[in-house]
């Protein structure tokens, strides 16, 4: 049986693999306008939820995501949301 031998490349395009390197660092993340961040009111007696389910299910995504504590994250998703001016509590 023979040995493993480590596989070589070369790189014929340097500006088409720098530019490939340069897109794995990219980030988009995209909000929607039209998305309900508050909760609808629900009618029953109680405290009523403050956000909606598509909220806490966005937060909580970035939040495993990033691997970040919920105060972190609380902290993140505001920044991102006064970044794209969005006026959502």
């Known amino acids: 049986m023979s040995s493993w031998?480590?596989?070589t490349y070369k790189t014929r395009n340097w500006a088409e693999y720098n530019h490939s390197l340069k897109q794995r660092g990219?980030?988009?993340i995209w909000f929607d306008p039209e998305m309900s961040w508050e909760a609808e009111a629900?009618?029953?007696?109680?405290r009523q939820k403050t956000y909606s389910?598509?909220?806490i299910q966005a937060c909580l995504t970035l939040?495993?995501?990033f691997g970040?504590?919920?105060r972190q994250t609380t902290g993140f998703v505001e920044s991102l949301l006064k970044r794209v001016e969005l006026d959502w509590s």
Do not use: N
């Not at 629900?42 to 109680?46: F, L, Q, T």
């Open 26 to 28: 990219s980030l988009l």
């Open 68 to 70: 970040l504590p919920l």
């Open 63 to 65: 939040k495993v995501l």
């Open 53 to 55: 389910d598509a909220a």
């Open 5 to 7: 031998t480590p596989t």
């Open 42 to 46: 629900s009618g029953r007696r109680g």
